[in-house]
């Protein structure tokens, strides 16, 4: 077993920077934590790197530090401050992990595409709330929350690790995708009742909008179905991560149904 006292270590430097988006992208590495995550990481697929394990703790996670290192990481025991400094929650769970980012493909099948979706919690909701509806993927444009920051790992809870991602230019991904015979489906004031069960197809994109300003134009002008969820009560509008699932939910039935 080897040990890890200071927070000046040069892996727990490189992990700590992965905290920021920056790094992520030039290390192509990411921060997952606690066993569960960990275990789900692994199974997906991802190359594992370093491995930090609280040393108090050692003994309850030693079948996951093993199996780790089985895989091929670098496991180390920490203090308990050491991994604080890691990982950027208040108390962490005692194991934190690097692993390889996932592959950046592409992704087939029902889509949803977040169009400057900013809270990293909404992002990983909406991102568990696809892998639970059988979406195939999501795409991710400029502007949105770092798909693989802890916020949002922690908010979708291992779907991330099922559910493949694509980031890049929201207008030049959904061309891309209309050029292959995809609809795109919108959410828009002057929609059609979400009820009325429109039929958008296997090949269908939900467009999900920035909480503060919706779907910008230029990606509300490509859209082909218009929908719009009806407010009941006195609330003026639903939080971005909510609509969403309704969406899902009803394009999922419906084509099930079909």
Do not use: H
Not at 128 to 152: I, M, N, W, Y
Not at 163 to 184: D, H, S
Not at 234 to 254: C, D, P, R, T
């Amino acid at each position: 077993m080897r040990e890890i006292t200071s927070n000046q270590n040069p892996v727990v430097k490189a992990m700590r920077e992965l905290r920021e988006s920056r790094a992520r992208q030039s290390q192509m590495r990411m921060l997952v934590e606690g066993e569960k995550m960990i275990r789900e990481a692994a199974e997906s697929g991802l190359k594992v790197y370093d491995v930090l394990v609280d040393a108090q703790k050692w003994e309850k996670y030693a079948p996951v530090a093993q199996l780790m290192e089985d895989a091929g990481a670098n496991v180390y025991a920490a203090p308990l401050r050491v991994i604080e400094a890691v990982c950027d929650t208040k108390t962490p769970q005692g194991v934190v992990a690097s692993f390889a980012l996932p592959a950046s493909g592409m992704p087939e099948g029902m889509l949803v595409a977040l169009d400057g979706v900013q809270d990293p919690g909404n992002v990983g909701t909406i991102w568990r709330t696809a892998d639970a509806a059988g979406f195939g993927g999501l795409l991710v444009g400029e502007g949105s929350a770092d798909p693989f920051s802890q916020k949002v790992q922690r908010s979708a809870m291992g779907s991330a690790f099922r559910v493949p991602v694509k980031c890049g230019n929201m207008v030049e991904m959904l061309l891309a995708k209309k050029a292959q015979g995809y609809r795109i489906v919108a959410s828009a004031l002057d929609g059609t009742d979400f009820r009325e069960r429109i039929d958008a197809g296997e090949k269908a994109i939900l467009i999900v909008g920035s909480e503060a300003r919706g779907i910008s134009p230029e990606v509300m002008a490509l859209a082909d179905v218009k929908l719009r969820i009806p407010m009941l009560g006195k609330a003026e509008s639903l939080n971005a991560a909510v609509a969403a699932g309704i969406f899902m939910y009803q394009m999922a039935v419906f084509k099930k149904e079909k």
